[in-house]
């Protein structure tokens, strides 16, 4: 069975960085393209980030220039590099993938909380 375990989030002021992690298990992530995801209360969850076998990374308007979605395949890791956070930002996030990026063929993880406030 294929698992994702979300870390790296916090409580962070406005302008601070955190960087989260997405542990794979029961599967080769290098196959598949692998994408960051957050949900804000209230709110859908919705597409941040990410990134194809060959590296081809894609972005969500309002993180483009700030957030990093990077892999390392002989960890089995994703991670997202997040820089400038703004309130805004507060979510839990999530990662998953598929074939084909935005892609999420797998259940979710527990996510990790990101809170961004003064």
């Known amino acids: 069975q294929v698992q994702f375990v979300e870390s790296g989030g916090g409580l962070v002021q406005p302008g601070g960085s955190l960087r989260l992690s997405c542990a794979a298990s029961g599967t080769i992530i290098s196959i598949y393209a692998m994408g960051w995801y957050r949900q804000a209360p209230g709110k859908q969850r919705e597409l941040v980030a990410t990134?194809?076998?060959?590296?081809?990374?894609n972005y969500a308007d309002s993180v483009k220039d700030r957030f990093t979605i990077s892999r390392d395949n002989a960890k089995n890791t994703v991670y997202l590099q997040m820089n400038s956070l703004k309130p805004e930002d507060t979510a839990v996030y999530y990662c998953?993938?598929?074939?084909?990026?935005?892609?999420?063929?797998?259940?979710w993880g527990q996510g990790t909380q990101v809170t961004v406030s003064s």
């Open positions: 998953n993938g598929g074939l084909t990026a935005g892609a999420t063929v797998f259940d």
């Open positions: 990134i194809t076998r060959h590296i081809i990374t």
